[in-house]
């Protein structure tokens, strides 16, 4: 499986940017995927999971972007997606997308064995 994130850039605060994440080498409709993000000099942290149950997908945020930003996915086009919304200086880090090792999935970054390159998202005040 290959990850190849993208959609990251330099904003002002409270704008919005839309992150992708294609994944390759396999249908990923059945796996539980997740964005982190890691700030400088910070460790990685988890941001959004989406996870199938059943027909359905459900969702799972960080309370700190809990009602800003979206995770979404499209499984025709094997691409998850991280809508943001209200940006703040505070969310500047590389984001990350990864696949979960597990069904249920999680929010530690041990329980993910697929990630992808990264990609950067700068806040500026």
């Known amino acids: 499986v290959q990850l190849q994130a993208s959609g990251g850039g330099l904003v002002q605060a409270g704008d919005s940017l839309r992150l992708s994440c294609v994944a390759s080498g396999r249908t990923f409709s059945s796996d539980t995927m997740s964005w982190f993000r890691q700030a400088p000099g910070k460790e990685r942290e988890f941001v959004a999971r989406?996870?199938?149950?059943?027909?359905?997908?459900?969702?799972y945020y960080a309370e700190s972007v809990k009602g800003r930003f979206t995770i979404s996915r499209d499984n025709g086009k094997n691409t998850l997606y991280l809508q943001m919304n209200s940006l703040k200086p505070e969310d500047t880090a590389v984001y990350y997308c990864?696949?979960?090792?597990?069904?249920?999935?999680?929010?530690?970054?041990?329980?993910?064995?697929?990630w992808g390159q990264g990609t950067l998202v700068t806040v500026s005040s």
């Open positions: 989406s996870r199938r149950s059943g027909a359905i997908y459900t969702t």
């Open positions: 990864a696949k979960s090792k597990y069904s249920m999935g999680s929010s530690g970054p041990s329980d993910y064995h697929y």
